[in-house]
């Protein structure tokens, strides 16, 4: 099974855009890119679905290139609430199984 | 809507004791998955049920069993706990379709001594 790998820990300051790649060489032709956020002591929460290109919702923005070989979250304008554990996780839809990459830890500070 | 709901919070077992954690949701879900998360690692797959009346073995399965018994509930057994088994568990669930958005539950913190 392919696995995804992404930064272990980025740094960055309210305000600012920040983006998060992650590596998913194995990726079929079936198989979505989401991403997630988790809090301490908190389950993951869903911010954003893709399957190439790019997506766009009220918080987030998923590009993917053209091979599909990675993918980057992009928050723009971060704030402190901000500061958590981001997750990029590719459903395999083909073999029914879910890797989870071992998450990016995003602190922002003011 | 509760979402998905997970009991107990918390646990601590003997090694050698079992146990069976709970999960329900009420979101009329067809697939439900059970997780789990040791200290500042990811998530990884324990068992899933793409729908009501079948389970399948995720990336970690060994030393665990699971039942869906409905549509609504998918619970996860451990039927001797090994320290090894310490870990935070985390249930969620997924419709199917073009959706791949997962909802987790609160998790259940377990401790094996």
């Known amino acids: 099974l392919a696995k995804t790998t992404q930064p272990i820990s980025m740094d960055s300051y309210e305000g600012q855009e920040v983006n998060i790649t992650c590596s998913h060489n194995?990726?079929?032709?079936?198989?979505?890119i989401t991403w997630y956020q988790q809090f301490p002591s908190q389950g993951p929460r869903f911010i954003i679905q893709?399957?190439?290109t790019k997506v766009t919702n009220e918080v987030a923005s998923l590009f993917i290139p053209a091979d599909r070989k990675s993918s980057t979250l992009s928050l723009p304008r971060v704030s402190l609430s901000d500061t958590a554990v981001y997750y990029c996780?590719?459903?395999?839809?083909?073999?029914?199984?879910?890797?989870f990459g071992s998450g990016t830890r995003l602190s922002i500070r003011p | 809507n509760a979402g998905v709901t997970q009991t107990p919070k918390f646990q601590v077992l003997k090694t050698g004791q079992s146990m069976t954690l709970q999960c329900a949701q009420d979101?009329?879900?067809?697939?439900m998955y059970w997780y789990r998360q040791d200290p500042g690692m990811g998530l990884r797959l324990i068992y899933y049920?793409?729908?009501?009346?079948?389970?399948d073995k995720g990336e970690v399965p060994n030393g665990y069993n699971v039942s869906r018994l409905n549509k609504r509930e998918f619970s996860l057994r451990l039927e001797s706990a090994a320290p090894s088994q310490t870990s935070v568990y985390f249930c969620?669930?997924?419709?199917?379709?073009?959706?791949?958005?997962?909802?987790f539950g609160p998790g259940t913190r377990l401790t094996v001594t």
């Open positions: 194995n990726i079929a032709t079936n198989d979505y």
């Open positions: 893709g399957y190439k």
């Open positions: 049920s793409a729908s009501e009346g079948t389970t």
């Open positions: 969620a669930s997924r419709k199917t379709g073009n959706t791949y958005e997962q909802y």
């Open positions: 996780l590719v459903d395999y839809s083909s073999a029914s199984k879910i890797i």
């Open positions: 979101m009329n879900h067809n697939s």
